[in-house]
């Protein structure tokens, strides 16, 4: 007999499923905030910055998403806004 799970999905795994999906069909990096007005679109339901951050830092960390860092417009040797994508394999 096959035991199957029943009832909601596990909220990481959510979030990282639709982080994931909105990053392989949007080909252009995104930040945080963009990727998480998509989930809470997605989801009907609203999604924190601070939890999509958390999520994201965990794709990072296991190599499934790339960081890009790009200068501070306005003030040399700074960074500014720190984008995502996915990772080329």
Known sequence: MINMKRGRPNKRNEIQFY??????????????STISKLISKE????????TVQKYIQELVKLD????????????EN????????LKKE
């Open 43 to 50: 989801l009907k339901s609203n999604v924190s910055w601070n």
């Open 64 to 75: 499934k998403i790339q960081t890009i860092t790009v200068p501070h417009s306005k003030i």
């Open 19 to 32: 982080i994931l999906k909105i990053l392989s069909s949007i080909k252009t990096p995104l930040t945080i």
């Open 78 to 85: 700074k960074n500014g806004l720190t984008l995502y994508i």
